[in-house]
Nanobody, 129 residues
Framework: QVQLVESGGGSVQSGGSLRLSCAVS????????MGWFRQAPGMERAGVAS???????TYADSVKGRFTISQDNAKNILYLQMNLLKPEDTAMYYC???????????????????????WGQGTQVTVSS
């Protein structure tokens, strides 16, 4: 059974940093796509960053240069390092994973992808001004 459990959320002031973690268990695929998403109250869920099993990363324009997605394959943990946080970064943050990297022969692991088989329950990030 695949489980994704996020942690590391909290409350910080504008300009601060947080590192989110997503502990992944039961996910034994050598090829995969993983991503971080966020959803603010009254807003749709939006992609923040993605990383493929090949290490390729993509980011939403709003977080480029401030957020970094990475993974520790030995510990099966996905990270999202968030620096220079802004009040507009306030949201529930979710991690997601899927073993399908190619769809119809096309590489399909990027921040615009929303189709994932597995999702975590989320961790809240609140940034005050």
């Amino acid at each position: 059974q695949v489980q994704l459990v996020e942690s590391g959320g909290g409350s910080v002031q504008s300009g601060g940093s947080l590192r989110l973690s997503c502990a992944v268990s039961g996910f034994t695929y050598s090829s995969y796509c993983m991503g971080w998403f966020r959803q603010a109250p009254g807003m749709e869920r939006a992609g923040v960053a993605s990383i493929g099993s090949d290490g390729v990363t993509t980011y939403a324009d709003s977080v480029k240069g401030r957020f970094t997605i990475s993974q520790d394959n030995a510990k099966n943990i996905l990270y999202l390092q968030m620096n220079l946080l802004k009040p507009e970064d306030t949201a529930m943050y979710y991690c997601a994973a899927d073993p399908d990297v190619y769809v119809g022969g096309v590489y399909y692991c990027h921040v615009g992808r929303y189709a994932y088989d597995y999702w975590g329950q989320g961790t809240q990030v609140t940034v005050s001004s």
